[in-house]
């Protein structure tokens, strides 16, 4: 009787450790930078961090990255995604006519040249909230089915999700970096990816939820708050650029004085304080990937095929790294 008892308690402890985290075991972390249709990359990297079978705890992503992440975290896997992204469905979620395609590459490539076509033309300050070629209903719509069809709740803290997951986005009144951790997860991730005069902004709670790349777009620094020991970082950036400031020789020209008095984020055009933070995150991640995209831009949506592929290479070129990650986080 003593000996069935002993048994009893024995396995119930058992079962009770195997349900408690292993507090002892490093935590890695995933970071997906955003790029617009260059996201198609993360997933060809996904499928070798996939492979090298390290475990993921959690999920930090930006822009096309929080898309990415969020449905890594509902339980997607790269092979799925693979699929999305290849779809006919996926490509015209996401472009809508040559005239958002071209504005949307000069927002990214030349913001200099974007200011001067736009000055004039909006009244910011009444229209901000409601500006954007794309409304973006489309895409939330989609990203609902995906949650839905994962059997997702909406409405809930991230940290419930198959893997913790947090999106990077900005606010633009304040013009400052928002962390959304609970919420509506479609729409969160809309709001992550909604690049400034493209997409329109989120309201949330008082806030117009824009691209979190505009301040945070390899957002590593996120990953170490959560407590992350180790950080995989996945960045789509591929012209680099020093912290210095874009050059005081904007501030004499009249349509840059004229949009500052009306749109306060405009100094971010000038000062650009997401390069030394985006400069930093690099430095700071375990394992860096950044696959090469030469001839690739937030619109290349027609070379999906090609940046999967450059994904798969730069994962494969990555897995002994990630191997090793794999055995550090099992030591502990």
Same mark, same amino acid.
């Given at each position: 009787?003593?000996?069935?008892?002993?048994?009893?308690?024995?396995?119930?402890?058992?079962? %009770?450790?195997?349900?408690?985290?292993?507090?002892?075991?490093?935590?890695?972390?995933? $970071?997906?930078?955003?790029?617009?249709?260059?996201?198609?990359?993360?997933?060809?990297?996904?499928? &070798?961090?996939?492979?090298?079978?390290?475990?993921?705890? =959690?999920?930090?992503?930006?822009?096309?990255?929080?898309v990415v992440g969020g449905?890594?975290?509902?339980? &997607?896997?790269?092979?799925?995604?693979?699929?999305?992204?290849?779809?006919?469905?996926?490509?015209?979620?996401?472009?809508?006519?040559?005239? $958002?395609?071209?504005?949307?590459?000069?927002?990214?490539?030349?913001?200099?040249?974007?200011?001067? +076509?736009?000055?004039?033309?909006?009244?910011?300050?009444? =229209?901000?909230?409601? &500006?954007?070629?794309?409304?973006?209903?489309?895409?939330?719509?989609?990203?609902?089915? =995906?949650?839905?069809?994962r059997g997702e709740c909406?409405?809930?803290?991230?940290?419930?999700?198959? $893997?913790?997951?947090?999106?990077?986005?900005?606010?633009?009144?304040?013009?400052?970096?928002? %962390?959304?951790?609970?919420?509506?997860?479609?729409?969160?991730?809309?709001?992550?990816?909604?690049?400034?005069?493209?997409?329109?902004?989120?309201?949330?709670?008082?806030?117009?939820?824009?691209?979190?790349?505009?301040?945070?777009?390899?957002?590593?620094?996120?990953?170490?708050? =959560?407590?992350?020991?180790? %950080?995989?970082?996945?960045? /789509?950036?591929?012209?680099?650029?020093?912290?210095?400031? $874009?050059?005081?020789?904007?501030?004499?020209?009249?349509?840059?004085?004229?949009?500052?008095?009306?749109?306060?984020?405009?100094?971010? /055009?000038? +000062?650009?304080?997401?390069?030394?933070?985006?400069?930093?995150?690099?430095?700071?991640?375990? %394992?860096?990937?950044?696959?090469?995209?030469?001839?690739?831009?937030?619109?290349?949506?027609?070379?999906?095929?090609?940046?999967?592929?450059?994904?798969?290479?730069?994962?494969?070129?990555?897995?002994?790294?990630?191997?090793?990650?794999?055995?550090?986080?099992?030591?502990?």
């Open positions: 009787m003593y000996l069935c008892s002993m048994k009893r308690l024995l396995i119930i402890l058992m079962c %009770v450790m195997a349900a408690l985290p292993m507090s002892g075991r490093k935590k890695v972390a995933l $970071v997906l930078g955003g790029g617009g249709a260059k996201g198609a990359a993360e997933v060809g990297v996904l499928k &070798y961090i996939e492979r090298s079978g390290v475990p993921i705890d =959690m999920v930090v992503g930006t822009s096309i990255g929080s449905l890594y975290c509902m339980g &997607y896997s790269a092979d799925e995604m693979d699929r999305l992204f290849r779809s006919q469905e996926w490509i015209d979620l996401f472009t809508d006519g040559v005239s $958002v395609e071209s504005l949307l590459n000069e927002v990214a490539e030349s913001p200099k040249s974007a200011l001067q +076509k736009i000055t004039g033309l909006l009244d910011f300050k009444s =229209m901000l909230k409601d &500006y954007g070629i794309v409304k973006g209903d489309s895409i939330v719509g989609f990203l609902n089915k =995906m949650v839905s069809a909406m409405q809930s803290s991230f940290d419930s999700l198959r $893997v913790p997951f947090r999106a990077v986005a900005v606010d633009l009144k304040a013009m400052d970096e928002v %962390v959304i951790r609970q919420g509506d997860l479609p729409m969160t991730m809309r709001a992550s990816m909604a690049i400034p005069l493209v997409f329109r902004p989120v309201q949330k709670d008082g806030m117009l939820l824009a691209d979190g790349g505009v301040l945070n777009n390899l957002p590593v620094d996120v990953a170490r708050n =959560m407590g992350a020991d180790i %950080v995989i970082a996945v960045d /789509l950036t591929q012209n680099k650029h020093d912290d210095s400031q $874009v050059g005081s020789e904007l501030l004499n020209k009249s349509y840059v004085t004229k949009l500052l008095e009306r749109v306060p984020w405009v100094n971010w /055009l000038l +000062k650009r304080p997401d390069r030394e933070k985006y400069n930093q995150n690099v430095k700071d991640a375990d %394992v860096y990937i950044n696959p090469r995209l030469d001839n690739c831009s937030v619109t290349s949506f027609a070379k999906v095929d090609y940046m999967i592929g450059q994904g798969e290479k730069a994962g494969k070129a990555a897995l002994k790294k990630l191997k090793k990650v794999k055995k550090k986080a099992k030591k502990g």
